[in-house]
């Protein structure tokens, strides 16, 4: 297998543990945790089912990933470092995020040979006290960077809703939190859907000196099959999805402030079905499905903006990591060495500033 000739950097993976963190799951855990079928059953009727869509399986959800997990899934492949992405901690009373920075600030990330080399936590800039959670987040972690709030929101009701409203990004509320953000030179990791694209290219414009990653391409939903009650139906819906993404796409590249993450595309909710076949997808069916969204990407990106990550777990269902990572080598293969020591190790390193 492909291998490359310097370590990687994996800006964005997700740590949890519902048995002793606030976790959606961790009641359940608690009383069925040895029974992962019932678990699973259990989950089914009780959660909303584009929730259950979006996660595609639900065993990866409901245990506990940590270090050792991510370093078993990279298996031959050297990762140096790895930037944790806040992961819906279920404590948002008052300043209750600030517990998951603390949380993975203390994790044994040293044990496997991997370096935290950032913390992107979150925090809801339309609150009052945005700012205080900010400084606390600061001082919880010498490695908290900035933050992610997600804004997914499909006006397909049958596709998973990760934000309380629409348009959030365009928020008068979040828009005057967002100030703090600039002022504190942090770091900014943009979630929606493709159909939200010009939300984010209204927030890198009003905010030229911010520093916005946009995470996962943009997300475009339905993109590869049916999901939710009407997108993605038919071929010709399908290719429709893909031709405003990619015009979406190209005008947000435009702004010189926003990165992106060639991640997350193996995610079910981009109509993926291979964990319903009860399939992991290999490396050449990888390629054959992203190859035209990552060529599209390194065109109007370029390589100096273009940034790739796991977001492990959460892609778990539809592929092994080492299938994943050996697929994206193989794509941007023909790029150069440069390109690829860029895309895999060194705009991440400049974004985040990992030491």
């Not at 770091?187 to 859907?193: H, I, P």
């Amino acid at each position: 297998m492909m291998q490359l000739n310097f370590p990687i950097i994996d800006p964005h993976i997700h740590q949890w543990d519902p048995y002793h963190t606030p976790h959606a799951a961790q009641h359940l855990v608690k009383v069925l945790g040895n029974y992962p079928r019932a678990m699973d059953r259990l989950l089914r009727l009780v959660k909303p089912k584009p929730l259950i869509d979006t996660l595609g399986l639900t065993d990866h959800a409901l245990a506990p990933y940590l270090p050792r997990n991510y370093k078993q899934d990279i298996g031959h492949f050297n990762v140096e470092s790895v930037v944790h992405v806040e992961a819906n901690w279920h404590d948002h009373k008052g300043t209750g995020v600030v517990g998951e920075t603390r949380w993975i600030d203390q994790l044994p990330f040293d044990e496997q040979n991997i370096q935290l080399g950032a913390i992107v936590a979150t925090a809801d800039p339309r609150k009052r006290d945005f700012k205080k959670i900010l400084l606390l987040h600061r001082e919880a972690s010498p490695q908290f960077r900035g933050i992610r709030k997600m804004a997914s929101f499909h006006e397909d009701k049958g596709i998973y809703r990760w934000c309380d409203q629409a348009g959030l990004y365009r928020d008068k509320k979040f828009l005057k939190g967002f100030e703090q953000i600039v002022r504190q030179n942090l770091t900014f990791d943009a979630w929606c859907y493709s159909t939200q694209l010009d939300d984010v290219t209204a927030l890198a414009k009003r905010f030229p000196e911010a520093k916005i990653m946009l995470d996962h391409l943009g997300t475009p939903v339905g993109l590869f099959g049916a999901v939710g009650k009407s997108t993605g139906q038919s071929a010709q819906a399908r290719q429709a999805i893909f031709e405003e993404w990619k015009v979406k796409l190209a005008t947000i590249a435009e702004c010189q402030n926003v990165y992106a993450k060639i991640s997350g595309l193996l995610m079910p909710v981009l109509g993926h079905d291979f964990h319903l076949k009860k399939q992991k997808a290999t490396k050449m069916q990888i390629i054959k499905r992203l190859q035209p969204m990552i060529d599209h990407a390194v065109q109007v990106f370029g390589t100096d903006r273009i940034v790739f990550a796991s977001n492990f777990p959460m892609d778990k269902p539809s592929a092994d990591l080492t299938e994943i990572i050996a697929a994206y080598i193989e794509m941007t293969q023909p790029y150069g060495e440069d390109a690829m020591f860029k895309i895999f190790h060194q705009n991440a390193k400049n974004f985040y500033q990992i030491e």
